[in-house]
């Protein structure tokens, strides 16, 4: 059964000096500049494509329905995330400690997928400084792997100050702040889904 | 329930243009994202020219970008000031790619 707690009340705890909240501002400021960097790697990865002379080259290592399983449950963790939303804007506190959790738990299955798929190409004879794949590839798809992980552990403290009761008691604010930044990470996915895994890769040294 | 009752109340901060969704309306986009995703999956498995088949991806994924930006993150629905941020960055991220691709020579073999 749902904790519903009191009816939302009218904050004035929202800072700004724009009419915006400061925090939201520098949430979509800070997502922008994180479009900057994601663009640089994979602009890298893009230019290096298909420059090795030397394998393992893309086709050789990716499992297209492995990374596919991987990406719909990125995808599922995004519609977790905005359920928790929802039901924080109903002041249902249990329902949207639910959702925070399954949203961490399915980032924990894409970080581990992750990993796991890090673990075979490297058996394979992919390592970082093989050839222009492996690092172009390696520090795009980490870079990402690292955001999702300190996505993971905002949605745990998430949990952890609502369960403390440190949360105030509209809890939509940081849960929107944290959902803002969850699909970020999953907007990039979608980018590096389609441009590294889907989009075949010209033929060696061409 | 009507949808337009189930839509979620939002929370009173300045800047907030309008009423998020309704839980019913993110599990609809939830699973046409995971159709497009498996449009795409399909897409790749096709036998069909690289002329055909890159755009077609590109497209899925862009139309997979907007949903969530605009419908998750709330662009749709918010003060049209967080998209201009946002859409600042994406142009910067845009400008950069493109610069270096062409630089490098990436379009002209």
Redesign the interface.
């Known amino acids: 059964m749902a904790d519903v707690a009191a009816p939302a009340q009218q904050h004035d705890e929202h800072q700004t000096t724009t009419g915006l909240p400061n925090t939201k501002l520098a949430m979509w400021v800070f997502l922008a500049s994180e479009c900057l960097l994601f663009g640089a790697l994979i602009s890298a990865y893009v230019l290096y494509r298909g420059r090795d002379e030397t394998g393992p080259f893309p086709s050789d290592v990716f499992d297209i329905p492995y990374t596919s399983v991987s990406s719909f449950v990125l995808l599922a963790s995004s519609l977790t995330m905005v359920l928790a939303l929802a039901a924080a804007q109903k002041l249902d506190v249990q329902r949207m400690r639910l959702w925070l959790l399954t949203t961490a738990l399915l980032g924990m299955s894409f970080v581990g997928g992750q990993v796991y798929e890090f673990t075979l190409f490297h058996e394979e004879g992919l390592a970082i400084d093989t050839n222009l794949f492996g690092t172009t590839f390696y520090t795009l798809t980490g870079f990402h792997g690292v955001h999702v992980t300190v996505g993971i552990l905002m949605l745990l403290s998430l949990v952890g100050m609502s369960i403390a009761q440190r949360l105030p008691p509209d809890a939509a604010f940081p849960v929107e702040m944290v959902g803002l930044y969850w699909h970020f990470v999953d907007i990039v996915w979608i980018v590096i889904f389609t441009v590294v895994y889907l989009i075949p890769t010209p033929a060696p040294g061409g | 329930m009507a949808e337009t009752e189930e839509r979620?109340?939002?929370?009173?901060?300045?800047?907030h243009a309008g009423s998020?969704?309704?839980?019913r309306e993110?599990?609809r986009?939830?699973l046409i994202?995971?159709v497009l995703?498996g449009l795409?999956?399909t897409?790749?498995?096709l036998d069909v020219s690289?002329a055909i088949?890159?755009p077609t991806?590109?497209v899925?994924?862009i139309i997979?970008?907007l949903l969530?930006?605009m419908?998750?993150?709330?662009l749709k629905f918010d003060?049209r000031?967080?998209s201009r941020?946002?859409v600042?960055?994406?142009a910067?991220?845009?400008t950069?790619?493109l610069i270096?691709?062409i630089s490098?020579r990436?379009f002209g073999g």
């Open positions: 979620a109340t939002a929370p009173h901060t300045p800047g998020h969704p309704s839980a993110y599990v986009i939830g994202l995971a995703t795409e999956v897409a790749s498995y690289g088949l890159i991806l590109y899925l994924s997979k970008f969530v930006v419908w998750f993150m709330h003060d000031r967080y941020f946002f600042m960055g994406l910067g991220a845009a950069l790619y270096v691709l490098f990436v």
